[in-house]
T-cell receptor, first 118, second 115 residues
Framework: ETGVTQTPRHLVMGMTNKKSLKCEQH?????MYWYKQSAKKPLELMFV???????ENNSVPSRFSPECPNSSHLFLHLHTLQPEDSALYLC?????????????????FGEGSRLTVL | GNSVTQMEGPVTLSEEAFLTINCTYT??????LFWYVQYPGEGLQLLLK?????DKGSNKGFEATYRKETTSFHLEKGSVQVSDSAVYFC??????????????FGKGTKLSVKP
């Protein structure tokens, strides 16, 4: 138990569906992240939220839409996805030390949501 | 730009064998280096880290030394167990500033340990 919970664990959706992935952290952290894990590729950082503000969007297609209503919850809204979007989506959180301070690099990951797009 | 290269897997070993998983990096400045582990069906967990040259990170019998001269951070364990079967990821961060999550990961190396 890492303190980061993701739901659902598995999701199958058609290309025209709208669905959402949910992440909740119970660690009191101030930063949350979405990563995409595809087979035989490095983990890809998708979105970063610090203190509920989006600070990074790594050229992610607009069919992925993040939402961070508070520092404990993070959503990833999915709309008109493509089959190549099938992957494991990992949520993570950390206590960000801020600009000018040494990053500990310690992220706490959820177990992931396995997405299959038909 | 910054990058991490780690050995391709899968790696299959017998129990009690010696493990080395190679990791080299390219970075400007003074990155911090990490090994994360992902057990089957789980998310990633931080295994160990080193924040400056010649530091040795260690945890659960695993070790890795930050070698600036060879830009390497190889993971080693003297005697692996079946329970060590997992995927291991080498990663780096830019050290100071930015977000903790701005880690650059390698592709991962799958380790299978047979009894």
């Amino acid at each position: 138990e890492t303190g980061v919970t993701q739901t659902p664990r598995h999701l199958v959706m058609g290309m025209t569906n709208k669905k959402s992935l949910k992440c909740e952290q119970h660690l009191g952290h101030n930063a949350m992240y979405w990563y995409k894990q595809s087979a035989k590729k490095p983990l890809e950082l998708m979105f970063v939220y610090n203190f509920k503000e989006q600070t990074e969007n790594n050229s992610v297609p607009s069919r992925f839409s993040p939402e961070c209503p508070n520092s404990s919850h993070l959503f990833l809204h999915l709309h008109t996805l493509q089959p190549e979007d099938s992957a494991l989506y990992l949520c993570a959180s950390s206590q960000d030390s801020g600009v000018g301070r040494l990053n500990t690099g310690e992220l706490f990951f959820g177990e992931g949501s396995r997405l299959t797009v038909l | 730009g910054n990058s991490v290269t780690q050995m391709e897997g899968p790696v299959t070993l017998s129990e009690e064998a010696f493990l080395t998983i190679n990791c080299t990096y390219t970075a400007t400045g003074y990155p911090s280096l990490f090994w994360y582990v992902q057990y089957p069906g789980e998310g990633l967990q931080l295994l160990l880290k080193a924040t400056k040259a010649d530091d040795k990170g260690s945890n659960k019998g695993f070790e890795a030394t930050y070698r600036k001269e060879t830009t390497s951070f190889h993971l080693e364990k003297g005697s692996v167990q079946v329970s060590d079967s997992a995927v291991y990821f080498c990663a780096l961060s830019e050290g100071y500033g930015g977000s903790q999550g701005n880690l650059i990961f390698g592709k991962g190396t799958k380790l299978s340990v047979k009894p």
